[in-house]
Each structure stands twice: as C-alpha cells, then as structure tokens.
C-alpha cells in the first residue's frame, strides 16, 4: 500500500498529532513530512514510507487497503485514543 498525502494527513488527525510528532516518533525531518503532505514531494522513499507508516502503527493506527471504496485509516483496537 502506498502510503498517500491524504492518508498520512487522516493518520496524523486520528492521532492528534503535528506534523512534529510524526516526525519524532518516525525518525523523519518535519521539511520531508511538510512537503510531502503538501504536495510539492509526490512520493516518499521505500525508506520514509516504512518510517512513517511503522510510527503510525507502533501508535495504534491501522491501514485499510483500497477495496473498492477507497483506502483509509483507523484505530487497531477499540478503546485507543478513548474511542
């Protein structure tokens, strides 16, 4: 799954999180994390896509593959973040 600027923007809203927190907790800069969400970088690197989605991961966010009405995220479990 390719790891979009919609999806990362609709991960980091799950979480609550800035951009900076997503850079904390991914390893990645916050210029790579603000050009990519923003368009000016169409794709991550194999690298940063990894760092990125296993940050969301590790923090209870789950990736829903494309399956004819569209990718999107969620929490893994009940109950994280209070939901």
Known sequence: M????????AARG???????????ASGLSVDTLRSFES???KRLSVGNQNAAVTAFEAA?????????????VRFSERGVDGQ
């Open 2 to 9: 390719e790891l979009t600027q919609e999806l990362c923007k």
């Open 14 to 24: 799950l979480k609550q999180w800035s951009v900076k927190e997503l850079a904390e």
């Open 39 to 41: 368009g000016r970088t």
């Open 60 to 72: 209870g966010i789950e990736f829903i593959p494309e399956n004819g009405g569209g990718a999107g």
